[in-house]
């Protein structure tokens, strides 16, 4: 297996290898099957090849499949860009047009998350908050409880299904099913228990021996600050969430959305040109560094799921054609015309998934190394960000529409 | 009703649940192509055609069928593997050239005997091999010891074969009782001098 993995990478550069050529070979193989079992002549003729005993014609005829695999896997990895142009949602206008209000719903849906996210810190923060006026929620239970303990001294009738408990309880079944927490159903809480905490002695056991009064203000205290804590991270989970699937400008696909956000990015956070600088920030990152391994290897993989979506929805495509030609039957249509877009669709959602992981490491990648282009163009290094902002965008000038901009240089004295 | 119809379909498209419209697009092409072009049974299914006539209890080789001349299974689509016909033997009824040879009409062994009053006996090919391409049912045969004919007015019933190779084979003679007691009686005693020629032959 090594000697012909080795004897592969011989044959066929390494950049097409994982992206194209594995893809292509799938492809081959699953057509091949379903040759094999459809067409009888293919059959008799793959049962002839297996059965060779001659290894000199078996080997002769695996390499010149080999071979041409290799050749259609090349030709085929020259229209990786155009295919990934495509599913990032280059078309016509009429096209764009036609499919970009799903994807704004989606932002609108994500942005409304966030809006409701945000409405309930803002009331959480006013229910921890501590000013005179509004005292916080800890200090109304313990005005409460003291107040109980003064005015019902040995008395406590508080039981496990007291209103108080039954609203701790609620907020506590929230939790366990992972639903939001918001103000209203805390303050609820927090009033009952109050009201509990006025009307009872919390140092005195209940009729039944139990403290319950302070097992149930407990888990209210434990309550809130999980409430708090798990709006919070809903709060940074959402709006990454939103950076990693929306640039400013949105594109009709989840790919082309994904694509976006590192121009996005760029452009917002430093002014950065992305499609004009990246060939130029690629190389100045150091090629044996393990970042750019990393970005080569997530570009790999990126690459191999498209091949994969692609050849799929071909195969799909090839197999549907052929079964309304051939009246293959019913079950061999449904087979080919259910099962093949599916699988494309499921091989395009993991390719999206992918490029939230690439795009995340070119954005990383602007953010390390872009100083470094900056002294590759002899270019002097900005002082702070407002400045390093005019440049990128005095440099974009420059170089696209050849703008006259003034930009000091900076030249390294020889040794 | 329209009315409310007109209304979802505004809705659809004014909404833009152009996902929905696009799987229900392909949904309706899927059923169309199910229930209505593709009505028929659930796996296609084609038949070699017979190259000559095979009469009863004929052995199927591989020279005995063909492709169909129209048709995808002219292309070879949806046929049985050849294999699988090999070495079956026509059921029941002759099948005429041209006509379609499926598994229905081919059975594993050859069919027995209609007349009562007839015997079967077996000669082994082992020494005549080439006898196996001549040999069909119905063919009528001598079976001879050294030089003496034991049965004159013999006919072939089937050949049966073990393996693939001709020399593995038996042809199965159809003979009246005194026939098939007396080669029964000669095998017993001497079967390495027995042997059949063609009735044909015998006349030249």
Redesign the interface.
Known sequence: MNQALTALNALIPSSILVPAFFPMLGFFVINGMMLYW???????FAVQIIDLQATGKTAFLAGISIIAIAMLAKAFSALLRVIQNILEGNWPQFLVA??S??Q??RLERLEQLIHENDRIRVNLDTLIGDTPAKPDWSRRLTDARNLGVKNHSGINSFTNISHGANEVSKIERLRRKNERIDFDKLNTAIVALTKDLEANDITTPNQAGQYALQVFENKLARLVGYAVQQANSEDIRLNNLLRASFGTRTAPTLMGNVSNTIQSYADGRYSFNFEFFWSRLLAVIPKESEFAKTLENAKTQLEFLLCCCCLTFLWSLIWIGV????????????LV??CG?VLAYVWYRVAVAHYQNLADLMRTAIDLHRFKLLEDLHISLPIDVQEENGLWDKLHRTHSFYESQMINYSHKKSA | MLGSWFLVVRELITN????IIIFAA?ALF?VY??EI??D?????TETYIATRQLKRNHMIRIDDFG?PKAG?AS????????DSLEGLYVAKKDIEVGNGIDLSSLQKLPGPLNDPNRRLASIPLEKQPELVGFLDSDVQVEVVHESTVLAANARVHAILCTKKDAASCYVLLDLSKEDEMTITQKRILDSKKLYVRLATTAQH
Do not use: C, H
């Open positions: 459809l067409n009888a002549p293919f059959r008799a036609f499919f209000p799903d704004v719903r079964s309304i030609w051939t009246e293959a039957g019913r079950t061999r249509f449904l015309s259910v877009p | 833009r649940s152009q996902q392909y899927v192509m199910y072009y593709l028929g049974p659930n796996q296609r492709l995808v292309w070879g689509w949806f046929l049985p593997n050849p």
